[in-house]
């Protein structure tokens, strides 16, 4: 028999997003921090907002599930697009202590912290062979904690804290060679967006290598020359390998265009503004100004994707609303009067 009652258009909606709707705060944060190492404030602070305003909501989520529906919850987080959960709590941490505001970020290091372990456990277990882009996720989200903890180690002299991030660092690229031979690489050609997350790997790797050299340049003695050389030539590495699956990835765009608009796509944008970031940040700590230039054109591809995006979504969702509210009538006239 039926209950006669419906959930509104808009919670219908809400409840069929995915997990990898997290990207979309992990696109949004990076956007921003990109904007900011560019020197323009207002535009990167408004993308903040709606970063931490779309944390906010997904975190929301995360918690309604984990107490109310704790099946759909299991299920979700065995998913490898739970992890956008640890990797935008990174990167939004990572931005407000750019901002300054360190204890905030302290809190969310140790949030992200907290649920790294528990995700990546039931997510790492469920992964198989030739795997869509996501499988790259448990790279992301292990070189994001390095990079918050990097950032605040430098924001607050803090050299247990820069030590600790080197912890991570390594792991997530020991994670992101056990991820490649996991990948079909026939995403390259068919994925709907999170085939770039190959290459955003390698840029958050990047990102944190050179939030590691940075904070040694502070006042903190935490390498000796030997470390730091080997950080440094690690570092660049990983950004040469990150702009090389960047160039691959576009001209697979341009051989395979996919233009009609997927959830996924935001594990595009967050790569190329991840890559933006990586670049910009990396030619600060290795001393290589040419460097910049390239990294404020990657800047303003990544800031038009999102545009791009955006709109997808915001017209995307209005006609899943539209749909929901013309099948709420029906199914409320099907219960006993």
């Known amino acids: 028999m039926s209950s006669g009652t419906s959930p509104s258009p808009l919670r219908a909606w809400w409840a069929q997003r995915p997990p990898a709707a997290g990207a979309a705060v992990m696109a949004t944060g990076i956007v921003s921090v990109g904007l900011h190492l560019t020197g323009h404030e207002t535009l990167s602070r408004i993308a903040l907002v709606l970063a931490c305003a779309a944390w906010l909501t997904l975190a929301a989520n995360f918690v309604y599930l984990l107490l109310a529906e704790r099946a759909q919850w299991l299920t979700r987080a065995g998913t490898p697009g739970a992890l956008t959960a640890v990797a935008a709590t990174s990167v939004l941490g990572t931005r407000l202590s750019l901002l300054g505001w360190s204890p905030v970020a302290a809190v969310l290091l140790g949030l992200a912290a907290l649920l790294w372990p528990a995700l990546l456990f039931l997510v790492v277990q469920r992964w198989g062979r030739r795997m869509p882009g996501a499988v790259f996720l448990g790279c992301v989200a292990t070189e994001g904690l390095a990079v918050l903890g990097a950032t605040l180690a430098a924001a607050t002299s803090t050299a247990w804290l820069a030590h600790a991030a080197l912890v991570p660092f390594w792991l997530g690229i020991v994670l ?8 079909d690489l026939r995403q390259i050609a068919k994925g709907a967006g ?3 997350v190959a290459g955003g790997a390698l840029a958050i790797s990047a990102l944190a290598g050179a939030k590691l050299l940075a904070a040694s340049g502070t006042d903190m003695y935490l390498w000796n020359n030997d470390d730091h050389a080997v950080l440094h030539d690690v570092t660049v590495f990983l950004l040469v390998l990150d702009l090389a699956w960047y160039a691959v990835l576009l001209a697979a765009e341009i051989a395979w265009p996919r ?4 959830v996924r796509r935001w594990s595009t944008v967050f790569p190329l503004g991840m890559t933006a970031a990586a670049t910009l940040s990396v030619a600060a700590a290795v001393d290589v100004p040419w460097l910049e230039a390239p990294g404020q054109v990657l800047l303003w591809i990544a800031v038009a994707a999102w545009l791009a995006v955006a709109a997808g979504a915001v017209l995307a ?18 219960a006993p009067r």
């Not at 233009?259 to 997927?262: I, K, P, Q, S």
């Not at 209005?318 to 409320?332: E, S």
Request: net charge positive; hydrophobic share 45%.
């Open 176 to 183: 992101y060679l056990i991820a490649l031979f996991r990948f």
């Open 194 to 196: 999170d085939h770039w």
């Open 259 to 262: 233009l009609r608009y997927d």
């Open 317 to 334: 969702a209005r006609g899943a609303l539209r749909t929901a509210g013309t099948d709420a009538p029906a199914v409320r006239s099907t």
